[in-house]
T-cell receptor, first 117, second 111 residues
Framework: GAVVSQHPSWVICKSGTSVKIECRSL??????MFWYRQFPKQSLMLMAT?????????EQGVEKDKFLINHASLTLSTLTVTSAHPEDSSFYIC?????????????FGAGTRLSVL | GQQLNQSPQSMFIQEGEDVSMNCTSS?????WLWYKQEPGEGPVLLIA?????ELTSNGRLTAQFGITRKDSFLNISASIPSDVGIYFC???????????FGKGTLLTVNP
């Protein structure tokens, strides 16, 4: 299957600082990228969807000014958690999807564990 | 919105046993996907289904797209300890590009 690389795999930061998470599709062009959040023992919760060169579409209840998403190229999307607080601690997972010819399969990164102190 | 019911929530089985889990939807999907997630990792795609009635295998795994397009099942035969993890079903409707995930089935395999 296609490879999606997510970095960093874990990060610890102080409350009030900002954290950037990168998501790269390594062997295909990702026309659409998705960002999910997952709490322990729960399913994936979609935060936002981004298409290359466009503004991200955020799910209801997700603060767009807090979770900044940039999808500047067909292989890179970033999620910046601004002014992070302890309640933002979670497992963040990106996902990428290629063109329609790839049957719209979503491939996932390995996730980023964020701990805000 | 679309809802997926995935069952069972968890399973504790002995090595060598077969496993079956399923998902049902409140609405029609045109794609069903099955993923496995191990602790601290992202989901890994196991099987993708695109047609009603489609039956697809991947090694010891077999999944089917229900004929009503509202359900899918995943079977694992002759389970081994490395099958341990959380299995998620995910479906996508017609014009809706977003995946809807089930709540997952936690599988534990005792050697």
């Amino acid at each position: 299957g296609a490879v999606v690389s997510q970095h960093p795999s874990w990060v610890i930061c102080k409350s009030g600082t900002s954290v950037k998470i990168e998501c790269r599709s390594l062997d295909f062009q990702a026309t659409t990228m998705f960002w999910y959040r997952q709490f322990p023992k729960q399913s994936l919760m979609l935060m936002a969807t981004s298409n290359e060169g466009s503004k991200a579409t955020y799910e209801q209840g997700v603060e767009k000014d807090k979770f900044l998403i940039n999808h500047a190229s067909l292989t890179l999307s970033t999620l910046t958690v601004t002014s992070a607080h302890p309640e933002d601690s979670s497992f963040y997972i990106c996902s990428a999807r290629g063109a329609a010819s790839a049957k719209n399969i979503q491939y996932f990164g390995a996730g980023t564990r964020l701990s805000v102190l | 919105g679309q809802q997926l019911n995935q069952s069972p929530q968890s399973m504790f089985i002995q090595e060598g046993e077969d496993v079956s889990m399923n998902c049902t939807s409140s609405s029609i999907f045109n794609t069903w996907l099955w993923y496995k997630q191990e602790p601290g990792e992202g989901p890994v795609l196991l099987i993708a289904l695109y047609k009603a009635g489609e039956l697809t295998s991947n090694g010891r795994l077999t999944a089917q797209f229900g004929i009503t397009r509202k359900d899918s099942f995943l079977n694992i035969s002759a389970s081994i300890p490395s099958d341990v993890g959380i299995y998620f079903c995910a479906g996508r409707g017609g014009s809706n590009y977003k995946l809807t995930f089930g709540k997952g089935t936690l599988l534990t395999v005792n050697p």
